[in-house]
C-alpha cells in the first residue's frame, strides 16, 4: 500500500522534531480566521468612528458592505447589516433602509432586526408589511427586550388605526393597556 511508506515518513519527521504536517496546516489556517476577525473588527471600528466622529454616514456604509462581503460569517457582519440600515435612516433613504433592514432580517434574524423593519416600513405607511414585522418579532422573540415588546405591540395598534381597520384596533389598544397599563 502506499499508505504505508508515506506514514513512515511522517513519522520519521515527527521523530526528528519536525511538526506534522496537519499541525502545521492547522495553525495556518487558526493564523488566517485570526487576521480576517482582526480585520474585521478594523472595518467595523472605522465604519463607527465615520459615524460617530464624523458623521460620514456613506462612508459608513461602504465600510459596513465591505466588512458583510468579505467576512459574511463572523460575529461582526450581523452588526454591519443592522448598522446599514441605521445609516439610511440617518440619510433619509427609506427604501435603501428597508432594504438593508430586509437583508438584516434574512441573513442575521433577530428580535432588533425586525423591529426597526417593521418600524421603517410604518414610517413608510406600508403598514400591512409592518404589522408581519412587529408580529414576526413577538412571535419569534417572546424573550426580547421589554421594550421592544411594549413598542411593538403599541405600534400594531398603531398599524391597525392607520389601516382603518379600527375594530382590530381598539381590540389592541385593550390587550395594550391590560398588560403594559402601569408602565
Given at each position: 500500500?502506499h499508505?504505508?511508506?508515506?506514514?513512515?515518513?511522517?513519522?520519521?519527521r515527527?521523530?526528528d522534531?519536525?511538526?506534522?504536517?496537519?499541525?502545521?496546516?492547522?495553525?495556518?489556517?487558526?493564523?488566517?480566521?485570526?487576521?480576517?476577525?482582526?480585520?474585521?473588527?478594523?472595518l467595523l471600528?472605522?465604519?463607527e468612528s465615520?459615524?460617530?466622529?464624523?458623521?460620514?454616514y456613506?462612508r459608513?456604509?461602504?465600510?459596513?458592505?465591505?466588512?458583510?462581503?468579505?467576512?459574511?460569517?463572523?460575529?461582526?457582519?450581523?452588526?454591519?447589516?443592522?448598522?446599514?440600515?441605521?445609516?439610511?435612516?440617518?440619510?433619509?433613504?427609506?427604501?435603501?433602509?428597508?432594504?438593508?433592514?430586509?437583508?438584516?432580517?434574512?441573513?442575521?434574524?433577530?428580535?432588533?432586526?425586525?423591529?426597526?423593519?417593521?418600524s421603517?416600513?410604518?414610517?413608510?405607511?406600508?403598514?400591512?408589511?409592518?404589522?408581519?414585522?412587529?408580529?414576526?418579532?413577538?412571535?419569534?422573540?417572546?424573550?426580547?427586550?421589554?421594550?421592544?415588546?411594549?413598542?411593538?405591540?403599541?405600534?400594531?395598534?398603531?398599524?391597525?388605526?392607520s389601516?382603518?381597520?379600527f375594530?382590530e384596533?381598539?381590540?389592541?389598544y385593550?390587550?395594550?393597556?391590560?398588560?403594559?397599563?402601569?408602565?
Amino acid at each position: 500500500s502506499h499508505f504505508v511508506p508515506a506514514a513512515e515518513a511522517a513519522l520519521k519527521r515527527i521523530a526528528d522534531g519536525e511538526p506534522a504536517q496537519p499541525a502545521n496546516f492547522l495553525v495556518k489556517k487558526f493564523d488566517q480566521k485570526k487576521a480576517a476577525k482582526e480585520e474585521a473588527r478594523t472595518l467595523l471600528a472605522q465604519a463607527e468612528s465615520s459615524i460617530y466622529n464624523d458623521h460620514d454616514y456613506k462612508r459608513a456604509i461602504r465600510d459596513y458592505q465591505t466588512l458583510i462581503d468579505k467576512f459574511p460569517s463572523t460575529i461582526y457582519a450581523d452588526s454591519a447589516q443592522f448598522m446599514m440600515g441605521m445609516c439610511y435612516g440617518w440619510l433619509f433613504e427609506p427604501q435603501k433602509q428597508i432594504q438593508a433592514f430586509q437583508k438584516a432580517v434574512e441573513n442575521y434574524p433577530s428580535a432588533s432586526a425586525h423591529y426597526y423593519l417593521a418600524s421603517a416600513y410604518q414610517r413608510q405607511g406600508q403598514f400591512k408589511e409592518a404589522l408581519e414585522q412587529y408580529k414576526a418579532m413577538l412571535q419569534n422573540y417572546p424573550d426580547t427586550y421589554y421594550w421592544q415588546r411594549l413598542l411593538a405591540e403599541y405600534n400594531i395598534a398603531q398599524c391597525l388605526e392607520s389601516s382603518q381597520r379600527f375594530d382590530e384596533a381598539i381590540e389592541q389598544y385593550d390587550k395594550f393597556l391590560a398588560q403594559y397599563g402601569e408602565s
